[in-house]
């Protein structure tokens, strides 16, 4: 007798001969034959991206090789050259002992000013500007369009028109030159753009999921906790990386905000690249470059896909 699973396999086999019109299971795929990998397109597309690419990679592939090298090998002129000899001297250099004027501890301090500046104008501006984007989308209220009318001629505003009026505002309430002041200010100058993000993202968001909501009995804050945050993973990691980079790299406002004592890591690094004191140490300026843009380098390959998504999610959409 026969087996029964080979009947059912004999079954399948002629199934698919009928469909195929007799040719049965050694048919192999139909559709069209695969385009050649070296097309004059594909050649034309990756040439481009790989210069593209050898273009941005090549300066950073300078600094890191001169940030491991010894003065005595980069005097003989070879920048592109891997190190002979690697050394971790120059970062040690350039994070605890290279000097800007009388002081002399690297760019230690100024790390750690950036991080007190960057985490609460981070949080503050972010929680705010979530609030105001929500408000602006899903409660209507009298005004609302000219609020936000204002807030939109706000993010395209100069830096430099406001530094003299925001100087005297900040002398007048007691917080020049303190870290306090650059909070107050990045906070400030980072709502416009965060609002408009947020508020197109919400808008983005179905009207059915907010107008259930209501109908349950959800109030403002309800629907924002239990609803929209939920939602908005995406968004919010395109603020923090957009507000992480803008304060992070900024040397206007730290350079005329603060003072010796609270310069930020980006004032630090200008003080040493620009030191005239001593010999020139291009391998210790290089490093203390890469130290200061390690925080936004590592947040945004961290967050480089939640980031993607966000953009396409709503965050760019009228």
């Known amino acids: 007798m026969s087996n029964p699973a080979d009947l059912a396999s004999i079954a399948a086999i002629d199934a698919v001969k009928t469909r195929t019109g007799g040719v049965g299971l050694l048919e192999g795929p139909r559709g069209a034959r695969p385009r050649r990998a070296f097309s004059r397109s594909n050649i034309f597309i990756y040439g481009t991206l790989i210069l593209v690419s050898v273009y941005y990679l090549l300066p950073l592939w300078v600094m890191v090789m001169t940030s491991l090298k010894g003065m005595p090998e980069i005097r003989t002129g070879n920048i592109f050259a891997p190190p002979m000899e690697i050394t971790f001297e120059p970062w040690v250099k350039a994070w605890a002992e290279a000097c800007t004027g009388i002081n002399c501890d690297g760019l230690s301090r100024g790390f750690w ?34 609020f936000f009318t204002i807030l939109i001629l706000g993010a395209f505003i100069p830096y430099q028109v406001m530094i003299y009026p925001i100087a005297i505002l900040l002398g007048k309430i007691g917080l020049f030159g303190s870290l306090w002041g650059l909070v107050l200010v990045h906070t400030i100058f980072g709502m416009p753009i965060l609002t408009l993000l947020f508020r197109n993202y919400f808008t983005s968001v179905p009207q059915e999921l907010f107008k259930a909501a209501r109908v349950d009995g959800a109030g403002f804050w309800g629907i924002f906790f239990r609803i929209m945050l939920p939602m908005s993973l995406p ?7 957009l507000q992480v980079t803008g304060i992070w790299n900024d040397f206007l406002f730290g350079v005329i905000y ?12 200008n003080n040493i690249v620009n030191s005239v004191q001593g010999v020139k140490e291009y391998n210790v300026n290089m490093a203390a470059t890469l130290l200061t843009g390690l925080v936004p380098l590592v947040i945004y ?6 980031f993607v998504r966000g953009i396409a999610a709503g965050a760019v959409k009228g």
């Open 113 to 146: 000013n950036s991080v007190f500046i960057l985490v609460p104008s981070v949080l503050i501006s972010i929680a705010v500007a979530s609030v105001n984007g929500y408000a602006l989308a899903n409660w209507k209220f009298k005004g609302s369009e000219v």
């Open 301 to 306: 390959f961290a967050s480089g896909k939640l």
């Open 235 to 241: 968004i919010f990691v395109v603020a923090v990386i």
């Open 258 to 269: 603060s003072n010796n004592e609270r310069y930020p890591m980006t004032v630090q690094l």
